[in-house]
């Protein structure tokens, strides 16, 4: 997803799922997040994983999920060793 900030272009896309964890490129850079150090994302459709907006510069949000990051999040994970747990999705029948 692409938006423009300032005659900036400024991307994030989910580039690849895996099994053991996502792929993003935001600005420019590549990132993993493991389901090890990110389980919220586990059981989430790829539709889901894929809907994630860029917010400002550094904010990252995935409404289907309710999940909100930080860049800061994924280059300094050491400052964040609060684990996210994993989400628990509920189906109605």
Not at 41 to 66: A, R
Not at 69 to 86: Q, T
Request: aromatic share 14%; charged share 30%.
């Amino acid at each position: 997803m692409k938006f423009l900030k300032n005659g900036k272009n400024i991307s994030v896309s989910v580039e690849n799922i895996t099994p053991h964890g996502i792929w993003l490129y935001i600005q420019d850079r590549e990132y993993f997040l493991s389901y090890e150090e990110f389980p919220c994302f586990e059981g989430h459709t790829v539709k889901d994983i894929h809907n994630v907006k860029f917010l400002h510069g550094f904010h990252l949000y995935w409404p289907d999920i309710d999940l909100d990051l930080e860049i800061d999040n994924l280059e300094n994970p050491e400052k964040f060793p609060l684990k996210l747990k994993k989400h628990i999705n509920k189906k109605i029948v």
